[in-house]
């Protein structure tokens, strides 16, 4: 009888135990961290010869007044992640949807650049900007979490209507 007791008793815990698990630990559960959302192109594309180069990039703190020169020395030391070239997805008047995958930390600014020239350490600006709103082009800092992927982290590119620019063209 006790052994029927103890055999009851340890079915029911397990029972209740696989019930209330809410697959905590499953690793299909964990995402790689980073961001994705929509580019929406609108307005006139400038000329083929000046959009060499088209990125995403997500710098861990506001640059202000500093020379694209040292910025892009910081890509290339990994302090700054970039995307991949989108110049394939620019078309007037479309809406793509991307995906960016980068370490967990806070980017405070996160935007599209554009290299405009031949020269890739000074022919560089800045076309949109993740932001408060649309009307607002004020940055918005993205908080990118440990196993957390964020959505919704959307840009609107006017190449003749460029934000306001942190950093100095030359």
């Not at 019930?19 to 307005?43: A, H, Q, R, W």
């Not at 020395?73 to 110049?87: M, T």
């Not at 918005?140 to 609107?156: E, H």
Request: proline content about 8%; some cysteine; glycine content about 6%.
């Amino acid at each position: 009888m006790r052994s029927f007791t103890l055999l009851c008793s340890s079915v029911v815990f397990c029972i209740l135990i696989l019930d209330g698990c809410d697959e905590g630990l499953n690793p299909n559960n964990v995402s790689e961290p980073g961001f994705g959302g929509s580019i929406t192109f609108v307005g006139s594309l400038p000329p083929a010869d000046s959009l060499n180069d088209l990125r995403i990039v997500a710098v861990p703190y506001y640059p202000i007044d500093t020379l694209y020169q040292t910025l892009i020395i910081k890509v290339i030391e990994g302090v700054i992640p970039f995307s991949a070239d989108i110049r394939s997805s620019v078309d007037s008047g479309k809406t793509v949807q991307y995906e960016m995958f980068l370490k967990p930390k806070i980017y405070y600014y996160v935007a599209i650049v554009q290299q405009y020239g031949q020269d890739v350490f000074s022919q560089w600006k800045v076309v949109s900007v993740y932001s408060v709103s649309p009307n607002d082009p004020s940055p918005k800092s993205l908080v990118i979490g440990d196993g957390k992927f964020t959505n919704n982290v959307n840009f609107t590119v006017d190449f003749y209507h460029l934000p306001p620019q942190p950093v100095r063209i030359h």
